[in-house]
């Protein structure tokens, strides 16, 4: 149909002549959606602040034949304002909206959209730190992508066990017989904390120390940087 709405989660946006914008949304039912907003850098715009990074909205759009327009928009949840009053929470959510909008495409994933919108919704409550939130999306969204990580049996083989090589081109830990000769090791207690951000185990995370903490972050950064095939530009800037 010419005509259809949606509920969106706004990635981007870029400016187009005077006063128009195309706005990069992930949406619940169609993907990954690229539209132009007509006339919302005018001050009188009736719909310009619900199109902002960060925002959730209810749109209509009208299909074109290269762009869509959005016609219509009303808020369903502005966590906007709150998530760029702090500079963590903002460079946390700049990464994940970057890594939304290079793993998804037009055939959408309702997973990944529900993914982002609760990681958005408690970077705006803080509900957790912004790093640890961070990083719990970035393994779940690849693990929906296709690239689960393992950091209990063997990434390669299967061995059971606790294992202590991460070997990120392999997809996470592995056994010593399938460890290359200076694979880094990891500590237990960050494997443990690792397992909980893919899990979604809260009350431990709460309890690790900084350095565990900046370990898993840096394996974190690494196994993304990997699989995504090319560098997120925003996780360069993300407060730690």
């Known amino acids: 149909m010419p005509v259809y709405r949606d509920d969106v989660v706004v990635l981007r946006t870029q400016k187009l002549g005077e006063a128009d914008r195309i706005v990069t949304m992930l949406t619940r039912q169609h993907g990954k959606v690229r539209a132009v907003a007509k006339g919302v850098r005018r001050t009188a715009s009736k719909f310009g602040a619900r199109l902002e990074p960060f925002m959730v ?35 946390a959510a700049s990464a994940m909206v970057e890594t939304a909008d290079k793993l998804t495409e037009a055939e959408g994933s309702l997973q990944q959209y529900l993914l982002l919108v609760g990681a958005l919704r408690s970077l705006s409550r803080r509900e957790h730190g912004a790093g640890l939130t961070l990083d719990s999306y970035l393994l779940r969204a690849l693990s929906m992508a296709g690239w689960a990580p393992s950091f209990q049996d063997c990434a390669r083989c299967g061995a059971r066990g606790a294992h202590s090589a991460m070997v990120v081109q392999a997809g996470g830990i592995v056994c010593d017989d399938c460890a290359a000769p200076g694979s880094p090791r990891l500590d237990p207690a960050t494997i443990t904390l690792l397992g909980s951000l893919l899990t979604g185990d809260w009350e431990h995370t709460k309890s690790t120390p900084p350095q565990t903490r900046a370990q898993a972050t840096g394996v974190v950064a690494a196994y993304t940087q990997w699989h995504l095939g090319r560098g997120l530009r925003s996780l360069e800037h993300v407060s730690r």
């Open 57 to 91: 909205a209810d749109v209509q759009l009208w299909e074109g034949r290269s762009l869509d327009v959005i016609t219509q928009a009303e808020s369903i949840a502005s966590y906007g304002a709150l998530i760029t009053a702090d500079y963590p929470s903002y460079t």
